[in-house]
């Protein structure tokens, strides 16, 4: 393989550097007018009196849009159409969106918000998991059939029963998550322009064009084909933007009945309030092991703080279960989730999607198991490792895995074995691995249609166009797309003009979430790229009188492989295949196999393939302070194949640096309803000095099905950082913090609570352990 | 408030162009310049997106106004390549994979250009300190440092740089 494999430079590496690269707030078109948002100062209350007469009165203002004007509900999953883009008769967190206001620019605009005129009645607010569970009288939804339970899930698989029976010690902890958000760099804006002939078009920063295209036209009610979503370079997203939000709706309708374009661009503090981000999880794990070790059954119950809307909260309460077991040999797995409604900004996907949580309390409770049995975590992780080519008790297929290798890898690359009992009292290291799905099996709605489609062309001069609808929100999609292609027909990456993100010109792909957009797209590409080549090497086979399988395509010629010296240029390839056929054009897609079990639930966790992850912390905990320093992070990524290594350990760097973040300092938490924190210097983002060294490296397993064998690299490595984190400040301290993040209020208690009881945890051994 | 005609030095050129007196110098020059390389992550001078150099010293452009840099030689991102040709640092960030989704790029690359113009061999202290205003949620800026220090390597005199 002559592209696969090549660190090659992004493709739009040079307009991000030059500063030329155009994100949905640099676009400007002539006459655009500029949109605000006026959002509610209540965490729940009902809307008794909405006025916008002296808004709309106002020199400048061309417009204001209520919930009257887009009564419509969506949501990003089918079954749980629960929003709509402006509150209608009641707000249900501090940020919802009221009404919008459209001017002739942005100071205009802001200043007529002031003349909108509410009437709340403030409602009692319910903010935790605790809250909204002791009072299911107070409904945040009118439509929840129980109190306010978003949804709730009982699964169970195998027999449990006979697991904790023959278990010889079980373990029982409770685990705490605290929410987080994604805070990309860019925040969220939109353009919407409209022509009379009402044909929208609507560039804005989202990961998923297609799924807003549907739920923008369904709320306007205008058929699909008359809106057209165009995604500019997106300044990050993970999984922040991931659905429409109302400035989208808002933009499409003013530029609908002006016939002239609007920008709207959220502040920093509307970018926490649109949120979607992290769910904070209550976790019970109870898990039984024999005394080797091996695990008998394993129990999760999860509480998910939903926020004030369902977004993706119901494939997360899924999530949150569903990816347990494929890592371990788990032989009884029972799984009870639970999302509730509470008065904050709705949460929804972020990266590692409702696997984060209970990876971190599974990680760090199997540390504490370690310790109780006497065995090495490392090893003992090795030893009760998922084999490859295997299903798990819930009924997902597990093809090629390498978590052995990556704990091989950390292992090695950290001294795991001659430093981690010699280090000094306050320094520890820590190890935790995790599993990552490579796209979902499903659709967000079930269809039959192919997950990613492709199209590819070749023009005369040896130009190649590669079309899909994916976006590229900075891991390097579209590198990845030119990529394929170039490698399939044997030209530079630089010959491929990739043209992604529109729904009016690109072939279907999901979107930029559940990471699977190398999986699906790379074999999408491969397929329509493969059919071109066939062609081309059909009319070089007859032009140079050779047999087509004795045909490479390298280096923009298309050669004899036995007798080199023969060969045609690609470009010459090209016209002859266009004389004989037409055209050159062709498509290829890629949908999932059917995969999973019969149960109601079962669309969730499934995936063509899992990615594997390991990691070695080393922190170090002032005994006076007890601030907490994460020194190093040693992380080892199955990712398949890296099919441009510098991508892949940029992504691994990247998710790593999240974990961190996540498990040290961030948190998005609320007093009263309202966001503490709603800036980027009190949320706390790591700076360059917070984080630490990573020492990324990838194991290639070569996946039966993926695209040259790849895997995702994108979320999957965020998972073990932060419970390896946590198990490596118990190595240090010798005391638990069993949730997150590890700041030092909460070191300082887990030291004198250890002090005080220094065997009281909440383990109880049964039968033969308890009696050594 | 009424605009007014404002004079700068921008990227070697002299531009006039009408700016409200309340504007900042990043809504100066995205607005009225069309320098949209420039990016604003906050608005309150706590990302470092919208660093420009103003006398060759890293600025936060949303927290300095533009009738206050009018006197000044100000560098954008716009302005770091000569002709078609890519700054050191440009040409490493593209190589390194440092400029994931991009959108920290321009202020990382005007304050390490600021650091290398003076440095081409930085500790990796010092590079820390050059970045520490400058926020990135996608690289953990592993590569930017690396970026930061091939294109010192490539600029010291005895590489000819």
């Known amino acids: 393989m002559r592209v696969i494999g090549q660190s090659i430079p992004k493709i739009d590496s040079y307009t991000k550097v030059t500063g030329a690269a155009k994100y949905a707030d640099d676009l400007s078109l002539p006459r655009m007018a500029y949109g605000r948002i006026l959002r509610s100062p209540h965490p729940h209350a009902l809307i008794r009196r909405l006025d916008v007469t002296r808004a709309r009165a106002y020199p400048g203002v061309l417009d204001v849009i209520t919930g009257a004007d887009l009564p419509h509900t969506y949501g990003i999953m089918p079954t749980t159409q629960d929003e709509t883009p402006f509150a209608l008769e009641k707000a249900r967190y501090v940020g919802e969106p009221i009404a919008a206001v459209c001017a002739v620019d942005e100071e205009t605009a802001e200043e007529a918000l002031a003349l909108i005129e509410v009437e709340y009645e403030p409602l009692p607010a319910l903010t935790s998991i605790e809250e909204a569970l002791a009072h299911p009288e107070q409904r945040i939804h009118e439509e929840t059939a129980r109190g306010n339970i978003m949804k709730e899930v009982h699964l169970e698989f195998g027999d449990m029963e006979a697991g904790f029976a023959a278990a010889d010690l079980i373990r029982d902890d409770i685990y705490f998550f605290e929410g987080t958000t994604h805070a990309p760099m860019e925040e969220h804006a939109c353009v919407a322009d409209c022509h009379a002939d009402g044909k929208i078009t609507l560039w804005t920063s989202t990961q998923t064009p297609h799924y807003v295209h549907r739920e923008v036209a369904k709320v306007l009610g205008i058929p699909l084909s008359r809106l057209r979503v165009i995604v500019p370079p997106v300044g990050g997203g993970f999984g922040g933007k991931c659905e429409p939000f109302a400035h989208d709706f808002a933009a499409c309708l003013f530029a609908l009945r002006h016939g002239r374009p609007i920008k709207f661009t959220l502040s920093r503090e509307e970018v926490f309030y649109c949120h979607r981000g992290r769910h904070p999880v209550k976790m019970l794990l109870k898990t039984g092991v024999r005394s080797d070790g091996s695990i008998t059954a394993v129990h999760l119950q999860t509480f998910l703080d939903g926020g004030a809307y369902a977004s993706y909260g119901l494939a997360t309460v899924y999530y949150t279960g569903a990816l347990l077991t494929v890592t371990y040999k788990v032989p009884a797995y029972k799984f009870d989730g639970m999302r509730l409604y509470t008065n904050k900004p709705p949460c929804g996907p972020k990266r590692g999607h409702g696997s984060t949580q209970p990876r971190y309390a599974f990680e760090c409770q199997l540390d504490k198991i370690a310790e109780q049995l006497g065995l090495d975590p490392a090893e003992y992780r090795q030893r009760i490792a998922i084999e490859p080519y295997s299903e798990t008790v819930n009924g997902l297929r597990v093809t090629s895995c390498g978590l052995r290798e990556c704990v091989d890898k950390v292992v090695v690359a950290s001294g795991w074995q001659e430093r981690r009992q010699r280090l000094p009292v306050g320094s520890g290291l820590g190890i935790a691995i995790s599993s990552y799905v490579t796209g979902a099996g499903k659709a967000i709605y079930w269809n039959d249609m192919p997950h990613s489609g492709v199209i590819v062309t070749i023009d005369r001069g040896g130009g190649v166009a590669a079309l899909c609808g994916s976006s590229d929100i900075g891991q390097g999609s579209d590198t990845l797309l030119a990529t394929v292609v170039a490698e399939e027909l044997g030209v530079e990456p630089l010959d491929v003009h990739v043209l992604t993100g529109d729904t009016s010109l690109t072939p279907v792909d999901l979107g930029s979430y559940s990471s699977r957009v190398t999986f699906m797209m790379g074999n999408a590409a491969r397929e329509a790229a493969g059919k071109l080549r066939a062609l081309l090497f059909e009319a070089a086979s007859a032009s140079l009188e050779t047999r087509a399988e004795r045909l490479i395509a390298a280096d923009r010629w298309i050669s004899d492989a036995d007798d080199p010296a023969r060969r045609i240029s690609f470009v010459e390839a090209a016209q002859r295949a266009e004389a004989a056929h037409g055209t050159l054009s062709a498509v290829g897609s890629y949908k999932p196999p059917r995969l999973g079990g019969k149960f109601k639930g079962a669309g969730v966790g499934v995936s063509p393939a899992y990615s594997y992850t390991a990691c070695v912390a080393e922190v170090r905990v002032d005994p006076e302070t007890y601030d907490l320093k994460v020194e190093r992070l040693w992380v080892a990524h199955d990712c398949g194949r890296a099919l441009n290594p510098v991508l892949v350990e940029g992504q691994i760097e990247g998710s790593a640096y999240m974990g961190f973040g996540e498990a040290v300092l961030e948190e998005q938490v609320f007093r009263k309803g309202l966001h503490k924190i709603p800036s980027l210097l009190e949320y706390k983002l790591p700076t360059i000095y917070d984080t630490p060294e990573i020492t990324a490296m990838s194991v290639e397993t070569i996946d039966r099905e993926g695209p040259y064998g790849a895997k995702e690299a994108g979320e999957g490595p965020l998972n073990p950082i932060i419970p390896a984190i946590a198990n490596a400040v118990y190595a240090a301290i010798h005391a638990r913090v069993d949730s997150t993040p590890i700041t030092p209020d909460k070191i300082q208690r887990a030291l004198r609570e250890a002090a005080r009881a220094p065997s009281a945890t909440s383990e109880h051994r049964a039968g033969k352990v308890a009696s050594r | ?161």
């Open chain 2, 1 to 161: 408030m009424p605009k007014e005609l404002m004079t700068f030095h921008v990227n070697g050129e002299t531009r006039q162009v009408a700016v409200s007196p309340t504007h900042t110098l990043l809504e100066a020059l995205r607005e009225e310049l069309d320098l949209t390389g420039t990016k604003h992550g906050c608005e309150l001078g706590h990302c470092g997106a919208c660093t420009v150099l103003v006398d060759g010293a890293p600025v936060l452009s949303c927290l300095a106004l533009a009738v206050e840099a009018q006197d000044a030689e100000i560098t954008t991102v716009e302005g770091l390549a000569r002709d078609n040709t890519l700054h050191p640092l440009q040409q490493a960030f593209a190589e390194r994979g440092a400029a994931q989704c991009g959108y920290c790029t321009p202020g990382f690359l005007v304050s390490g250009a600021a650091l290398l113009a003076h440095n081409t061999r930085p500790s990796r202290e010092e590079i820390k300190a050059a970045l520490a205003g400058n926020l990135c949620r996608c690289t953990g800026y592993t590569k930017i440092i690396e970026a930061v220090e091939l294109a010192a390597e490539r600029m010291r005199p005895e590489a000819g740089g």
